[in-house]
């Protein structure tokens, strides 16, 4: 194993403490328990996001925390849900009177803990409501759900829900928009090689040079099948047909697409991914009005890509494009 790290132990506290020395201005870290939060404490009148899961698939969800994003994201160990008093912890430090809402991967792990959170955060008085993100089309019930996986439609709901909740928008009207954002979107990825948990200190799967894994999960679970490396165009074909026919897309729909880097996929790579993503909605009479290359949902250093596509009106593209202020995604400032 081959990584920048310390202890294997410490790596999550230290990456926590690194943000913290980075962003003084713009997040307040706790520890113990630990979760990262919107630097000024709780907006008066504002419904506040809380979001989070297990590490390792920075900058998702403690990059996303600032202005028109969360509030508070809560990590747990790599690739390991948070802990119920974590998550309750995270939500009364943010609750400004207006409610919070809980955006919620769908993991078994992720889904009962902040479930238990809610509980607890409601006998506190606070008015919490939670939206599940199970956007991926690949597979149904995996080794970590019951039911489809949270991948990529999670940062799009958080930038487009948390511009709602900037607008002082209720609690109702916010989390129906996240439920939008969810019901509207579809992902798929895909992993050219594993990753490895510094404290397993092996990586978590095996594949062959030549191999990859077609609808592969972002803790490494395993997707629809495993096959022999194709090219660009075909992987992008694989990934992008299941989505489109699972909602379905349909001619003269607009989209927002995200090509997203898994953690070892070069910016190049991904940029010819979304080369190929665009011929392919142009041949199917999708417009993409918006999209984000980059690396913004990680699993480790695994290499491979997901692509997630939404289904967009007036309504959320004004939210998508409004003021964001995060560690990892600004625009608008």
């Known amino acids: 194993m081959k990584k920048i790290i310390n202890r294997p132990e410490d790596v999550v506290t230290e990456a926590l403490q690194g943000m913290a020395a980075a962003y003084p201005g713009q997040v307040t870290v706790h520890f113990a328990p630990d979760f990262i939060q919107r630097a000024g404490g709780p907006v008066p009148g504002k419904v506040a996001l809380v979001s989070g899961g297990g590490s390792g698939h920075e900058p998702l969800h403690a990059g996303f925390v600032g202005l028109g994003m969360l509030d508070a994201a809560v990590p747990g160990a790599v690739f390991t849900s948070p802990t119920p008093d974590q998550i309750q912890a995270a939500t009364q ?11 919620v ?4 792990g992720d889904t009962l803990n902040f479930e ?9 008085g606070i008015d919490v409501e939670a939206v599940l993100i199970n956007d991926d089309v690949a597979v149904q019930d995996s080794l970590y759900t019951a039911g489809r996986r949270g991948t990529g439609v999670a940062l799009i709901a958080e930038k487009i829900a948390g511009a709602a909740a900037e607008q002082l928008r209720p609690l109702a009207e916010v989390a129906g928009i996240c439920r939008r954002v969810n019901a509207r979107g579809r992902s798929m990825g895909i992993a050219l090689s594993s990753c490895t948990v510094p404290q397993a200190g092996r990586p978590t799967f095996e594949l062959g040079e030549d191999e990859m894994e077609v609808g592969v999960g972002i803790h490494g679970e395993p997707g629809r099948r495993r096959m022999k490396l194709a090219t660009a ?32 996929t070069p910016l190049m790579e991904l940029y010819v991914v979304y080369n190929e993503l665009a011929k392919l909605c142009a041949a199917r009479g999708l417009t993409i009005v918006r999209n984000l290359i980059g690396t913004y949902m990680t699993s480790l250093e695994m290499a491979g890509c997901t692509i997630t596509l939404v289904k967009m009106d007036d ?11 995060t560690p990892a995604l600004r625009w608008g400032i």
Do not use: C, S
């Not at 430090?93 to 955006?103: F, P």
């Not at 238990?116 to 006998?123: E, G, Q, S, T, V």
């Open 105 to 108: 991967k769908n993991y078994t």
């Open 116 to 124: 238990m959170a809610a509980d607890l955060a409601r006998a506190d």
């Open 93 to 103: 430090a943010v609750d400004a009177g207006a409610g919070v809402l809980h955006i």
């Open 233 to 264: 165009a075909g992987i992008t074909a694989m990934l992008l047909e299941p989505i489109l026919d699972d909602l379905p897309f349909l001619a003269g729909d607009r989209v927002l697409a995200l090509v997203n880097g898994l953690g070892g």
């Open 315 to 325: 309504e959320l593209i004004a939210l998508w494009d409004a003021p964001v202020q």
